[in-house]
């Protein structure tokens, strides 16, 4: 019993607790609330709390008695609470909202007569079919606005013209099919309209968005890139389309654009990305290119292309790529990768070319590699002059192809090679195998391995693992320094870092 008297008393003292709190609710000295799992919004709130947050409730209807005390609110916040209206002029009143945010409810429309100090306004995962003008009257300060996951069906831009300060404007996953213009938001730099059903934005409705910074337009039906696009704009995100034709020329005044994001479209071939001179990054995943785009810009630090068919990689397509830091051509076709094709990218760190049909691992790539992924190729060995200037090579992925032995001395000429993955390769498993295994081990190798081939005896062992690989090996050690005794006697630190852990375990995992 006095214990517990004497945690109410803690509990009292703690910034959490307040005599004048409501039910299901904490209050702070910062002037928040917040509630939980109530079926009205209490009427004992504080009336100088500035932030109230409500959530997984049952308040089906808001209205204007909920908050007349309530005349210090900055923020208000209802989720899921499954609020279907909201009666006229609730919030008016509140002269200091700045923030609004009436997530996953059941809303059907935006809430009328919002007050005009409001700053940010969120409803996202309601059922919000329709906007209308009188919608946002008023609202010159508003500078984010969330509609994500309604019914929309349209957007014409006398619904938003009054939204002189708007900066960010985010419709992702309605039912919007076309959009008209002008939408006149001068100050609007990020514009998100992914996942509708979008296949027709009209050449006008850029003409008075010329701060805008940040488009996307992913995943809807659009079968060409809009027109008209505003010079200012960053980031071009057109992912999940129905793109065949990529008409750069009509994108050569985008002289500030940094990100190019095309992957999952149609795409059978690019040209002309050299008149994008500062792209930083193109993304062409999971198109149908049958050859590496021609003519990439200078400037470039990130391509990718995996996905696609390419076959071929020339010295031709990267000569001028100087800036190049990761590179992914894994899941094509690629069968010839000519030597020194990568020389010139002198600031690659990581290169996907996991399946493809590579017999060997490419000569003369860039020094700099950090990673270089070579999974599901049909590569038989590991040679030394393949490898042996990567100095900076970190991990090395060599799973599911079709090696048979390790060259020790081509392993050794990597000094900071931290993870190596050998599993699912016919390994030929000899005690010359295991030896180079424990070596590089020895030197911080994290080795990943994989069942022997050969010989049939052990063939479906792990070479990692088998304890009867490792008696044979040992055992055949021991003969041999017998045989060998009367030439040199052989020292005992020269076995020193050759290891044998009976109880190794195998883990099959991707490097992050």
Known sequence: MHLLYAFFVLLSLSDGFSPNCPGRCSCDSLQSVQCFRVNDVPSGIPSTTKRLYISHSKIKHLQLSNFTRLLALEDFILLASGTESVENDTFKTLSTLKT??????????????????????????????????????????????????????????SMLSSLAS?????????????????????????????????????????????????????????????????????????????????????????????????SENSLSSMDGAQLLAN????????????????????????????????????????QDLRDLKHLFLDNN?????????????????????????????PLRLPETLARLDLKGNAIQDIAEREI???????????RNNKISALDLKALESLPRLRHLYLDGNPWNCTC??????????????????????????????????????MRQCEHHLHLTEKNEETKKKPKLEDYSSIRFDMDDDYYDYEID
């Open 279 to 318: 792209l930083t990054t193109l993304e062409l995943s999971q198109n149908q290119l049958q050859m590496l785009p021609l003519r990439l810009p200078t400037r470039l630090q990130k391509l990718d292309c995996s996905n696609n068919r390419i076959q071929r990689v020339t010295v031709q397509d990267f």
């Open 333 to 361: 076709f690629v069968s010839l990768f000519e030597p020194g094709a990568l020389q010139r990218c002198s600031q690659l760190s990581n290169l996907a070319l996991e399946q493809n049909l590579l017999l060997s691992i």
């Open 166 to 262: 708007l900066q960010s404007l985010v419709l992702d996953s309605n039912n919007i099919e076309s959009v008209a213009g002008p939408l006149t938001l001068p100050c609007l730099k990020h514009m998100s309209m992914e996942n509708n059903k979008l296949h027709l934005i009209a050449g006008s409705f850029f003409t008075s968005l010329q701060s805008l910074q940040f488009l996307s337009f992913s995943g809807n039906l659009l079968t060409k890139i809009p027109i008209n696009l505003p010079k200012s704009l960053l980031s071009l995100k057109m992912e999940r389309n129905q793109l065949k034709v990529v008409r750069l020329r009509d994108m050569k005044h985008l002289e500030n654009l940094s990100h190019l994001y095309l």
């Open 432 to 469: 010359s195998l295991l030896q180079a295994r424990e070596v590089l081990k020895a030197k911080g190798t994290d080795v990943r391995g994989g069942q022997c081939a050969a010989p049939a005896e052990r063939q479906g062992e792990s070479w990692m693992s088998s304890k009867m690989i």
């Open 388 to 398: 042996k200037d990567l100095k900076q090579l970190q991990v090395l992925n060599l």
């Open 100 to 157: 609004l945010e009436l997530w996953k409810n059941k809303l059907r429309q935006v809430p009328s007569g919002l007050p005009a100090s409001l700053e940010v306004l969120k409803l996202n995962d309601n059922s919000i079919y329709v906007l209308h003008e009188s919608d946002f009257e008023g609202l010159k300060k508003l500078k984010i606005l969330e509609l994500k996951n309604n019914l929309i069906s349209s957007l014409s831009p």
